[in-house]
């Protein structure tokens, strides 16, 4: 079926763009904006996503408020037929300048959280390694992602309150991704009929995305429960304008020392090393600002919902959650997000600190699921 991007000359398979390489239901295409107050009073995470072979589109937003309370507003559709715009019920996405400048917003609803934020990049957007995993003759991810880091206007309104999101006090990032996605945001969407996955005895992954005012940099790691890394990708990067904008310097490896909340795996502090492929060491400091959690937004099974699941032409719910109770945090920080202020030498600069830590790891102590 024909739709309004086949006007363009940039066709890469012998089909139409309402499809896609594979009929894996997996395949996702998803991009999201993440942005947070540096004195961790708010943060606002926002995504949109169009699942070509399930015949969905959804979005969600979600703000927190001082640490304590998260407010989440969701909404699905039928993805066809599909219209020029990138809209789900209230939610909206739009790109102003490519590559450069977009803006994600949620209109007035009944359930009182709107905003409207617009992302300007400091930084170029940069090109994940593509991920491959196949387990048991399937292919569980085969995925490509880029990032870009920014500063961002606009406002957000919580519950009647209207909250100012300026350049000075907030900082912002976004990713994209498309492909076939393993875990939340998409790929998790049971198949009842389908081998069970394996059980790893444990896995730490953790991503660091980092700005400073003259570099920025990007590390993600993979490890079992050993500290044996299977996967790992790092690099350094220079803002527009900048003497050094187009070069990168390539991350070879990463040590960290990270101390944990008594409660939940959560990252409060640490310090990770980050050896680049030239000989030379960075060491970061890691403070924790904030922290949100994608799982009832979606990335998780959570209040009869998450992302890419079918539930119906037309589906919007939102509510709020207290994550000062401890039964509600321990289902929820599966996946968690912890924005973050960084020190390096002199320097200070801000960012995200991504993990998922499940299992044994003895040298952080754990010994189990």
């Known amino acids: 079926m024909l739709t309004k991007d086949d006007e363009l000359l940039c066709h890469q398979t012998s089909s139409t763009f309402d499809h896609v390489e594979t009929s894996d239901p997996k395949w996702t295409e998803r991009i999201v904006v993440f942005a947070f107050d ?70 007035e609803n009944e359930y009182g959280l709107s905003f409207q934020i617009e992302f300007d990049g400091t ?30 206007s606009g406002w957000l309104k919580v519950e009647g309150k209207t909250y100012e999101v300026d350049k000075v006090k907030w900082r912002v990032g976004r990713d994209h991704s498309w492909g076939v ?25 953790c991503a660091g995305i980092f700005a400073f005012d003259k570099w920025m940099v990007h590390f993600a790691v993979r490890e079992d429960w050993e500290g044996k890394p299977w996967h790992f990708e790092g690099w350094v990067f220079y803002p527009y304008g900048s003497e050094r904008e187009g070069e990168e310097l390539k991350l070879v490896s990463v040590e960290h020392d990270f101390q944990f909340r008594p409660d939940v795996r959560l990252i409060k502090s640490g310090r990770v090393i980050l050896n680049a492929v030239d000989g030379s060491k960075r060491e970061i400091s890691i403070r924790s600002l904030s922290t949100y959690y994608p799982g009832p ?14 539930k119906g032409p037309y589906f919007m719910d939102g509510f ?50």
């Open 123 to 152: 930084f170029p957007p940069y090109e994940q390694i593509p991920m491959f995993y196949r387990s048991r003759g399937r292919v569980r991810e085969d995925a490509r992602r880029y990032y870009q880091l920014g500063r961002p």
């Open 297 to 310: 937004a979606g990335y998780d099974y959570y209040n009869d919902y998450m992302s890419g699941m079918w």
């Open 320 to 369: 709020k959650v207290d994550i000062t109770d401890p039964d509600v945090l321990r289902k929820i920080c599966l996946l968690s997000e912890t924005w973050c202020e960084v020190r390096c030498g002199d320097e200070v600069g801000h960012g995200n600190f991504e993990m998922l830590f499940v299992g044994k790891y003895p040298r952080y102590g754990y010994q189990g699921y």
């Open 38 to 107: 540096i004195s961790g009073k708010l943060n606002l995470m926002t995504g949109l996503a169009r699942y070509a072979n399930r015949n969905v589109m959804d979005a969600y937003g979600m703000v927190t408020v001082d640490n304590k309370t998260v407010h989440i507003v969701r909404a699905s559709r039928e993805l066809r037929p599909e219209t020029a715009e990138l809209r789900v019920g209230p939610f909206s996405y739009e790109v102003v300048e490519p590559l450069k400048k977009v803006r994600a917003a949620l209109g």
């Open 181 to 205: 996605r393993w875990g939340g945001g998409g790929g998790s969407v049971p198949d009842p009929m389908a081998q069970p996955e394996e059980v790893a005895p444990g896995v730490l992954y």
